[in-house]
Structure formats: structure tokens, C-alpha cells
């Protein structure tokens, strides 16, 4: 079975600070790695993915996310938040390979960036 | 490109009733599924499909049927609805090719069971 966990429920950070995010997973296989933001009152929006090579993923609006398969983490992160950055973050994971294609969320941190 | 619609973006049902949510994408992805948001539990899988005719059931199946009888379309049935579905409800759909493509995601159906 694979699983995500998202130890914090809310990150604060100010303006112009970085920012990280953090993700484990957990799945049996090699995995595919995602990061997806929901503003309020919408649906998610895919910000990044890790599938291989690399370990430092570069995605939307600035936001990067690093693949540490000893750890089995991919920590979201900026290195320089802006207001507009406040939204929900949800990190998800897809097993592979797999017959099962959908894919399996955390449970959503919560970013607030202060003026 | 309308990506993927939902319809309706709100609704009320009493305890008991039935309906169906709307969910069709036009960018004939293979891929289509049927999520719930609750506050704290993210998002939790109800069912997926990976092909018109054919579907299976997610983490949380139990009060819902879904059916695919074309590539585009996707609904989610309700037979009698709970209290316990008052929930956000996301429909998603990816390529077919390998399972590393991203989800694109509808803007959600916000359900009120009373």
C-alpha cells in the first residue's frame, strides 16, 4: 500500500523568507512524487513532480522539491515566499509499478505567508 | 480547453436522496477518478477508472457507484445520501501513458447532505 504523511498542518513564514513544506511517503516500489496547490474555493493545481534522475525538481512559481529516497522524503520548497504563496499544500504519491494508477494524498498543509 | 468541468459546483440533498455529480474532460485522458476532501483527512480516493468500461473501487467506495461509458465522461452516483458525505468532491483525469503524468482536477462539488 502506499501512503503520504504531512507532519505539519499549518507552516507561517514571512515575506521573503524561504519556506519548506515537508512530505514523507511511504510505497513498495520506486515512486512518482507530486506537490499540487488548491487556492481557496478551487480545484488542486499541479506544482511539480519527481519520476527520476534529478533529485532537485524545479516546478511552478519558483517552488522546488527535493526527492531524498533514503529518507523517503520530498520536502517542498522556496527560497523566497511571497504573500500570494498562502494556499493549501498537498503532496501525493503514486506506486509504480502499479496497477493501481490513482493517486494517494496527505493531508494537506496549510502555508501562511505574513506580510 | 475546458479541461475538466464539474457540475454542479453546489448542491443540498436530503437524508435519503439520490443524485449523480457531473465530471467530463476533454483531453482524452485514459484516467479518471473521483476524490473527497474533508477538513484534516486531505484527499481520499472513492473510485477510479482506467478506461471507458472499466472501473474499481478507491479507499472510501462505500455509498457511491460510478460508471464510464465513454472516455469523456465520468459520473459519481449517490444512491441514498448520509450525513456523513456532506464533503468536497473532486473529479481528476490523467494520460494513459505510464502512471507518471499529473492529475488535472475539476473546481470541485461542494455537497451538503441535512
Known amino acids: 500500500a502506499q501512503s503520504v504523511a504531512q507532519p505539519e498542518d499549518q507552516v507561517n513564514v514571512a515575506e521573503g523568507n524561504p519556506l519548506t513544506v515537508k512530505c514523507t511517503y511511504s510505497v513498495s516500489g520506486n515512486p512518482y512524487l507530486f506537490w499540487y496547490v488548491q487556492y481557496p474555493n478551487r480545484g488542486l493545481q499541479f506544482l511539480l513532480k519527481?519520476?527520476?534522475?534529478?533529485?532537485l525538481v524545479k516546478g511552478s512559481y519558483g517552488f522546488e522539491a527535493e526527492f531524498n529516497k533514503s529518507q523517503t522524503s520530498f520536502h517542498l520548497k522556496k527560497p523566497s515566499a511571497l504573500v500570494s504563496d498562502s494556499a493549501l499544500y498537498f503532496c501525493?504519491?503514486?506506486?509504480?509499478?502499479?496497477?493501481?494508477?490513482?493517486?494517494?494524498f496527505g493531508s494537506g498543509t496549510r502555508l501562511q505567508v505574513q506580510p | 480547453n475546458a479541461g475538466v468541468t464539474q457540475t454542479p459546483k453546489f448542491q443540498v440533498l436530503k437524508t435519503g436522496q439520490s443524485m449523480t455529480l457531473q465530471c467530463a474532460q476533454d483531453m482524452n485522458h485514459e484516467y479518471m477518478s473521483w476524490y473527497r476532501q474533508d477538513p484534516g483527512m486531505g484527499l481520499r480516493l472513492i473510485h477510479y477508472s482506467v478506461g471507458a468500461g472499466i472501473t474499481d473501487q478507491g479507499e472510501v467506495p462505500n455509498g457511491y457507484n460510478v460508471s464510464r461509458s465513454t472516455t469523456e465522461d465520468f459520473p459519481l452516483r449517490l444512491l441514498s445520501a448520509a450525513p456523513s458525505q456532506t464533503s468536497v468532491y473532486f473529479c481528476?483525469?490523467?494520460?494513459?501513458?505510464?502512471?507518471?503524468?499529473?492529475?488535472?482536477f475539476g473546481q470541485g462539488t461542494r455537497l451538503t447532505v441535512v
Open positions: 519527481y519520476i527520476t534522475g534529478d533529485n
Open positions: 481528476a483525469s490523467s494520460l494513459g501513458q505510464g502512471t507518471y503524468t499529473e492529475a488535472f
Open positions: 501525493a504519491v503514486r506506486d509504480r509499478p502499479t496497477g493501481r494508477r490513482a493517486l494517494t
